[in-house]
Every structure is written in C-alpha cells, then in structure tokens.
C-alpha cells in the first residue's frame, strides 16, 4: 500500500487530482486497502475515484459503471447489503445500456446483484438474477470462464437457501470443475468451492433431504 500510495502522489502531483489516470489509481490503491481489511479506507478511495470519473466522463460511462460495482461488492462484503443495491443497480443499468445486454461485464454485474439480494432474503429475485448472468456468460464466453463459475456459486447458495439440495450440489461441482481446470486442484477458488459443498452435506444431513452420490 505504501508503494502505490506513493504512486498515487505522483500521479497528483503530475497530473492533477481530477485525472483519469488518478481516479484509476485511487481504485487500484482501494483494492490493496480492502485486501488488508481496511474497509473503510477501501471505500473512500472507492469514492474519491468514483467522483472523478463522474465529473470527466458522465454518469454513465462504462468507468463509472466499473467502479460502482467494486463500490458495491465492497459494501456486500461487509453485508451493508442495503447500501450495496443501488450502486449495483446503477452499475448493471449503465453497462446494460453501454455495452449491450449480453456483454461479460453485465454478467458480473448480474453476479453482484444476485450476492446482495440473497443477502437481502430476496432469494427468487437473486435466482433469477444468477440464471441471467448464466445465459450470458453460456452465450458469448468459453465454458470453462471464471465468470461462469463466479455465476454458479452464487447460484449453489441461492439453492441451498431454498433447500434444494440437489440443485445446489450438481451447481456447485460444475463450478469446481470449472476452477480445478483454470487454477489447478490446490487454488484457493476450488478449496473455497469444497467448502460450500461440505457446508452444503452439513445442511442437508440436518433437513434430511437425500443427496446423489458423487461419482469419481
């Protein structure tokens, strides 16, 4: 963080602080302090960079659409789900009138929005939102995509939410087939994907509801 808070001065001091180049290195700063954990100062920066682009670009530019979803999966992480919905929304009605309907980046935005509804309870509206993310990233992207998997993840948990069991399953495995062959069998993406099904086996042994065996 230290390095590219230096950066990010020179940058100012160069540049000036209403730069596009600064508001790109004040999103790419934020990442590093939400990494650390330093949410707060993540979306400050977040904001900062959001600001700029506004005021250079429009409200509607696909830029300002990108750091309105970082902004928002920030919040998400946090849970301030409620605070997370409008910035996605905004987010995935820019890229969708922008980029087209079927582009990946609404996917993502799809995705996103998919995470803070079911964090909201609104688990039909999160699976209809996972299901379109799912047709776009099938459409236009190869099969085996980390936006197709970040898409069936969401999903597996929206289903284990609303107890079907095998559904979830089968979703969850395509989307660690998916990560093994991308990242290998040790990643820490397929460990997290192991660890939804094994949360998954632990839900379902408590409601009783029969799984398919897997097969190896």
Sequence with gaps: SDVCSSDLSILEAL????HKEVAAGLSDLAFDYWELGNYEQAQLLFQRSLA???????????????TLNDLADLYREQQAFARALPLCQRALAIRQKVLGQEHP??????????QILRGLGNHREALDACQRSMAICEKVLDPEHPLLSDALLAMGRVLSDLKKFPEALSTYQRAMLIDEKISGPDHSTV????????????????????LPEEHT
């Design 52 to 66: 700029i682009n506004e005021r250079l670009l429009g409200p509607e530019h696909f830029e300002v659409a990108t």
């Design 105 to 114: 980046d609404v996917a993502d935005s799809l995705t996103t929005l998919a």
């Design 191 to 210: 460990i997290e994907d192991q660890n939804e099904i094994a949360v998954l086996l632990g839900r379902q042994s408590r409601w009783g509801q029969c």
């Design 15 to 18: 540049l000036g602080p209403e």
